[in-house]
C-alpha cells in the first residue's frame, strides 16, 4: 500500500532535503490574510487581529496509525483534521498549520507526494495555509508534527474549564463509528493475510471505515452556534472517547455530569457492526475514540436555540462537583463514569 | 545515562498519558504577558500585539542525538534552544514553546523528569512559556518536536530574501566548535566501549564540548541591533553551517557573496582541536553545523555602528547574483561555495 500504485520510485536522498520540501510544497497557495510569510524562512509570520490559538500533535507509526490499512493520502488527510478540530474546540476559526515529518528510507519520494497530496486536500477543504515545517529521517517508520493555528475574539473563545451546574450536556454528530471501522479494518487485514485474493465487500461498513481512514473536523459547529447565537460554556473535541472528554470538562470546571445512555447519538451502521462484533454500543461510544465531535455546554436558557437540529444531541447535563459524574443507564441505573487507561505501551523492539 | 543516575524507576504506564502531562509540566510558570492560556486545553490562547512569528522542528533519537553522550538534561535544554534560534533569526522576540514528545517503554518517568527539567530551565533563561504539548507512546526511540512562537513589529522583522549588493555579511560569536564538540565526544564514547574504566580528562575541550552538548541562541543579538540602530537587511540561523546558510540567503535574495577566510571566526580552542583531528578548520566552518549563531547581512553605511564590535564579525559582502558565491582563500583563490549535500539517510532496521 506504501507505494505500489506507481512504477516509479525515487529514494529520498536522491532529492536532497532542501530540494524535497520545496518539491512536496510546490502545490501549496497561501489564502489566508493573516498569513504574511510561509515556508522558505527561519520561521512563517502570521498577523491575527484577535488571538492566536495554537495546538499540536505528534502522531507515530505503529502506535496512531497502521500503513496496512492506513493509505498514505488518508493519513496525511487525517493528521491535519485531528489538529484542526482542537482549534474548532476552542470555538475558534483554524487559519494555518505547520507539519513536521520523520521517515525511514523504506519510504520513497512518491510516497511522500502522496502523504502531502493528503495533506494539501485537507488545507483546501479547511481553508488552512501551510506555512512551515521540518522534512528529516527517522531510524524506523514514519512520524508527522502538526502544529494547528487559529484565531477567535476573546468573547468567542470556549475553554473547558467554565461549564457551571445545570448546564445542558451536547454532542454534534454520531459516535463510535470510527472504533467500529477500526475494527473492521483490522478483520479484513487478518483475512487479507491469510488470503491474499479475498476480495471482501466493504459496502455495509463504507460509512464507518470512512469515519477511521477519513475523519472530519466540525469546521461548522462554531459557525452554527455563531449563527443560533448560542455562546456554549465549555467545550472539548472528542479524540479519546467520550467518557474521558466528560470526565476532562468535570475536571477543569470542578463539575459533576448526569449522561444519560437513551441520548447517545450511534448511526445505525455502527449498532449493526456493535452486533456482528459482540460489542455493547454504549461502551464503543464512551471508550472508542477517534470520533472527532465536539462535545460542549450550554446554559438551558439556550435551548429552545439548539432544539431539533440534526446536527446536535442533549446528551446530559451538568451537576455539582460533589454528585459526581454518572452515566443513567436504559435501566435507571446510576453507574459512575470512568476514563478509558492511557493504551499500554508497545514493547521496544531492540 | 538514561536513567542511571536515579535509584527509582517508575514505568511510563505507572502514570498514565494525562497524569504524565501534568507531573512533567508542573514546575513551569507562565510569565509573557501575551499568554492567556497556556497547558491544560484543547490549544492554547496567545494575544500577541503584533505579528505572530512560528517556527518547528522534529528531533530523532539516532539522527539528532545519540543518549550515549547527550544527557537527557542537556537534550531537553537544546531541543527547546534550536528552536528558539528559528525565532531570533527573524530578529523576533520568543515568547512561548510548544513540545510533543513520543518515547518508548525504555524511558522511565525519571529520565522524562530529567528531559524536561533541561526544557524548563531553557524556557526560565529565555523566559519562555510552554504552553502546550503533546506525550505519547513510539515504537523505538525518542522523538521531540518543538514549536516556537515569537513576536515582532513589522519594520523590525528580517528575512533571508532582502540582502542587496554591497551588503556587509556578518556573523555573530565564532563557529566550528559544535561540531569539533561532536568529534570529541564520539572518540570519547569509542574509548569508553573498549575501557569503561578510563577517565578522561576533558578539560582542554570544555568549551567546545559545551557549545554541542549546551548550545545557546543568540537571543541578545536582535536586542544589541535594535540598540546599536542597526536594521540587518537579511538574517539566517546558522544550523546546517556557515556555507549552506550563506547559499540560502543569497538564493532567496536573488545575490551572490565573496566571503573572506581570514575573516572567519575560530576559538583558539576549535583551531587547536582541529589540528588533533588532522581536520581543516575552514572546512569544518563552512559545513559542520549546529553552531546555532546568527547570520545577516547590513548596509556599508552601517558599518560604524558595528565596527569593533566583540560579538559581531564582518565575514565578506553579497554581490550580484551573476558574480555568483564563492570564498576567498587565504592564498587568494576564488572557489565556488557549495553547500553540503543532506546527510545520508539510516538504513532501517526491520
Chains 1, 2 share one sequence.
Request: charged letters at 25%; one cysteine or more; proline letters at 4%.
Amino acid at each position: 500500500m506504501l507505494d505500489n500504485h506507481k512504477s516509479s520510485k525515487t529514494k529520498l536522498t536522491e532529492l536532497g532535503e532542501f530540494k524535497l520540501i520545496d518539491h512536496l510544497t510546490t502545490n501549496f497557495n497561501i489564502t489566508q490574510d493573516s498569513t504574511k510569510l510561509g515556508i522558505g524562512d527561519d520561521a512563517a509570520i502570521i498577523k491575527h487581529t484577535h488571538n492566536t490559538i495554537i495546538s499540536t500533535d505528534l502522531l507515530v507509526e505503529g502506535v496512531h496509525f497502521d500503513l496496512a490499512y492506513m493509505p498514505l493520502k488518508h493519513l496525511g488527510y487525517k493528521a491535519v483534521v485531528v489538529n484542526l478540530s482542537d482549534i474548532y474546540a476552542m470555538n475558534a476559526e483554524a487559519t494555518q498549520i505547520t507539519v513536521s515529518i520523520a521517515c525511514s528510507n523504506r519510504f520513497t519520494v512518491e510516497a511522500l507526494e502522496e502523504l502531502y497530496a493528503g495533506i494539501q486536500k485537507a488545507c483546501e477543504i479547511y481553508n488552512v495555509d501551510l506555512v512551515g515545517g521540518d522534512t528529516t529521517t527517522s531510524i524506523k517508520g514514519l512520524q508527522i508534527s502538526v502544529t494547528a493555528i487559529g484565531t477567535a475574539e476573546d468573547e468567542k473563545i470556549t475553554k473547558r474549564s467554565c461549564a457551571k451546574d445545570n448546564d445542558l450536556l451536547v454532542v454534534s454528530g454520531d459516535l463510535g463509528a470510527a472504533y467500529m471501522g477500526l475494527q473492521v479494518l483490522k478483520r479484513e487485514n487478518e483475512v487479507f493475510k491469510v488470503n491474499p485474493q479475498n476480495q471482501p465487500d466493504l459496502t455495509p461498513y463504507s460509512y464507518i471505515i470512512e469515519r477511521q481512514l477519513k475523519p472530519e473536523a466540525r469546521k461548522d459547529i462554531p459557525l452554527l452556534l455563531e449563527k443560533l447565537e448560542v455562546q456554549p460554556t465549555s467545550m472539548i473535541d472528542i479524540s479519546d472517547g467520550l467518557s474521558s472528554e466528560i470526565l476532562h470538562i468535570c475536571k477543569s470546571s470542578k463539575v459533576g455530569a448526569n449522561l444519560f445512555e437513551d441520548k447517545l447519538p450511534l448511526d445505525p451502521s455502527v449498532i449493526s457492526t456493535c452486533e456482528e462484533f459482540e460489542l455493547d454500543g454504549t461502551t464503543v461510544v464512551l471508550n472508542g475514540g477517534e470520533d472527532y465531535e465536539l462535545l460542549f455546554t450550554i446554559k438551558q436558557d439556550d435551548f429552545p436555540k439548539i432544539k431539533a437540529n440534526p446536527h446536535l444531541s442533549v446528551i446530559g447535563h451538568i451537576t455539582t462537583a460533589d454528585e459526581g459524574v454518572h452515566i443513567i443507564t436504559r435501566a435507571n441505573q446510576k453507574i459512575p463514569l470512568k476514563a478509558r487507561g492511557w493504551s499500554a505501551i508497545p514493547e521496544e523492539n531492540g
